[in-house]
């Protein structure tokens, strides 16, 4: 079966960067979206960027310029740059994809960012 595993999550001090990557598994095609979405406690689930096949991409307006998204398509992997982190950008990070944006969904990683 399909699986989406991210790594790279974890704690970083307000102005540090993370990078995060998902690497999707057990598919013979590859996928039209990959994005992330991230989830604070108590909050929805949110989409933060999201990669098409052919680079067209999407950016939340409250991570534009902080951060970016990448694709190897042919490894069906995703990476989020993450810079400049704010205390407000701390959650779980979760990894999404397919051939339609939510088909499949990685464990979650997260990422905690101290004042």
């Known amino acids: 079966q399909v699986q989406l595993v991210e790594s790279g999550g974890g704690s970083v001090q307000a102005g540090g960067s993370l990078r995060l990557s998902c690497a999707a598994s057990g598919s013979t095609f590859r996928f039209l979206f990959m994005g992330w979405y991230r989830q604070a406690p108590g909050k929805q689930r949110d989409l933060v960027a999201r990669?098409?096949?052919?680079?067209?991409?999407y950016y939340a307006d409250s991570v534009k310029g902080r951060f970016t998204i990448a694709r190897d398509n042919a490894k069906n992997t995703v990476y989020l740059q993450m810079n400049s982190l704010k205390p407000e950008d701390t959650a779980v990070y979760y990894c999404?994809?397919?051939?339609?944006?939510?088909?499949?969904w990685g464990q979650g990683t997260q990422v905690t960012v101290s004042s």
């Open positions: 999404a994809g397919g051939q339609d944006p939510t088909d499949y």
């Open positions: 990669m098409t096949s052919n680079s067209g991409t």
